[in-house]
């Protein structure tokens, strides 16, 4: 079964990479995560924002004025632009990132503010102008062993991330590749914590392991959507109710 939208087009998957690399750990379980949403009909496009010349969200507001020609949607203009919208006319959006110093790459965390803030509602409680759900997923690749990522903290992060996707965007998988192989050539660097032959193990048996279920969390990202996907408002669509009697 092709899954398509109500007016009979293919489902948009957009896969962002936040990984200064484009054929790596991450980028790689991003292709994976979007081959299953290709599997399943979806359209999909792959961004690196390391290629993007941006800044994170610059506290203008213009998105909160309830007035304004920019309200829902980010009225910075740079080379993130473009990509938010296409981001907003997605029904899937699989985020990807290395874990640098306990959290995503600067790179991700900036493409992360300028596309929840303005989506973000200053209600009580806190909620979301989107008028749908997204379906969406965030890949992270960990050099640390999930054992060490626990003791660290990172899975607090994690979580964190999770529940603002969820609050924002309406739904959000996780998936957690640890213990990856950081370097090409372990003897060209000096990195005696790193056991190259435990690191060259888990990439021989446990990413692959890892890109398979890439694969079928993309596939099953498709399947889970309804077929009347709405743009949102970043792509010029619909509010919600409480955002429209604003």
């Not at 054992?147 to 991330?161: G, L, S």
Request: charged share 25%.
């Amino acid at each position: 079964m092709k899954y398509e939208t109500k007016g009979g087009r293919p489902v948009k998957a957009i896969g962002v990479n936040g990984s200064p690399r484009k054929k790596w750990n991450t980028a790689t379980l991003l292709e994976r995560a979007l081959e299953g949403a290709g599997s399943q009909g979806a359209k999909t496009e792959l961004v690196h924002l390391y290629d993007l010349d941006y800044k994170g969200c610059i506290s203008c507001f213009a998105c909160k004025k309830k007035t304004g020609k920019s309200y829902g949607k980010c009225a910075v203009k740079d080379g993130l632009t473009p990509v938010l919208k296409e981001v907003g006319k997605a029904g899937v959006i699989i985020l990807g990132s290395p874990i640098y110093f306990g959290s995503v790459t600067g790179e991700m965390r900036s493409f992360l503010e300028r596309l929840f803030f303005p989506l973000f509602t200053y209600t009580d409680p806190r909620g979301s102008l989107l008028s749908r759900k997204v379906r969406t997923a965030f890949i992270y690749t960990l050099g640390a062993t999930k054992e060490m990522a626990k003791e660290r903290h990172f899975d607090k992060h994690i979580a964190a991330t999770e529940r603002l996707m969820q609050m924002i965007l309406g739904s959000s998988k996780t998936l957690c590749s640890y213990d990856t192989y950081q370097f090409e050539d372990y003897s060209k660097v000096y990195a005696p914590c790193f056991d190259p032959e435990q690191k060259a193990k888990v990439r021989a048996e446990v990413f692959p392991i890892d890109c398979e279920k890439a694969f079928s969390m993309g596939a099953r990202l498709v399947r889970e959507l309804r077929p009347n996907i709405q743009p949102w408002p970043g792509a010029g669509g619909i509010l919600n109710d409480a955002a429209k009697d604003n």
